[in-house]
């Protein structure tokens, strides 16, 4: 997770002090197949991208968007590498995306308001 964090923070400013372009965090995820994978974890680790994402947001050092590894649909499975999320099968995992869907689209009406 520490080294997602530092990720973030450098990107999100190479990102918008140097490239002035919004960052977009893409394929990112947590495995199943990784020791001691468990649902939590996964959850928590959405999470800790997410807040982290937040608070860029709330910095002026926003990131743009993101694009969790990997979205599936009913009967996928057998195309997963381990990172496959079928949001049918894990309500903390849909609970976890959903919320932070909101608040982007929140982000979003807030930027909108500010240009206006």
Known sequence: MAFMQRWMGTHSIDSNRILKKPLVLAEFGKSNKDSGHNLGARDQYL???YEGMNKFERTGEGIGGSLVWQLMGEGMDSYG???GIILSQ????RAVISAQSHKMT???CMLLERKH
């Open 47 to 49: 999470m800790m991208v």
């Open 81 to 83: 590498d381990g990172y």
């Open 90 to 93: 894990h309500a903390s995992t």
């Open 106 to 108: 929140t982000f979003g």
